[in-house]
């Protein structure tokens, strides 16, 4: 009687652990993926590299590429790429990224618009990031209120807002031609 008691309990061990590996197995949609460009998206990423370092966008050498995949409304495949300096990729962390050489590009699938899809944060997600980012960005600090002149009047702000006329960022629409081996780009202002 003892023995099969026994039996039972390593059978019954066996089966939770079994369940447990299973259920792990299953979550992988929370953690990040790599993934590989194709010649020309290759073609683009080191042309785009090049002119924000010569335009000194990369600060201290950090920064990190973001690309936001998505359909423009001809139906066409289109990226909107632009260069994350701090870590506010964890507010709305993609679910993909590829090493370009010693560069990092975060991969969001995104809308019409070319806004990337919302993504809930978790722990999981944001640690394998962190792992593929590492010291890349700069750690975005509490907003603080700051002493400024507004109206004629001096006032504590919460995160005052720097004016920019003109293109003020390095930000490029990217769109992929049906015959794949020819792209065109286009300025974002």
Not at 126 to 136: F, M, P, S, T
Not at 154 to 170: A, D, I, Q, Y
């Amino acid at each position: 009687m003892q023995k099969i008691k026994n039996q039972l309990k390593a059978l019954l061990l066996l089966t939770f652990a079994l369940v447990n590996i299973v259920s792990q197995a299953q979550d992988t949609t929370t953690v990040c993926k790599e993934l590989e460009f194709n010649d020309l998206e290759r073609i683009v990423v080191s042309q785009y590299i090049i002119s924000c370092v010569k335009d000194h966008w990369f600060v201290n050498d950090k920064g990190v590429i973001k690309v936001v995949k998505f359909i423009n409304d001809k139906g066409q495949k289109a990226w909107y790429m632009s260069v994350l300096i701090d870590d506010q990729y964890k507010d709305n962390p993609p679910k993909e990224y590829a090493y370009f050489e010693a560069d990092v590009v975060l991969i969001y699938e995104g809308k019409v618009n070319m806004s990337p899809i919302k993504t809930e944060p978790n722990p999981d997600l944001i640690k394998c990031l962190e792992n593929v980012v590492e010291d890349r960005v700069y750690i975005r600090t509490p907003a603080q209120a700051r002493n400024g002149m507004l109206f004629g009047q001096r006032k504590k702000m919460l995160n005052p807002t720097r004016m920019c006329l003109g293109n003020c960022s390095n930000d490029l629409i990217i769109i992929f031609h049906e015959n794949g081996g020819t792209y065109e780009k286009q300025m974002v202002y």
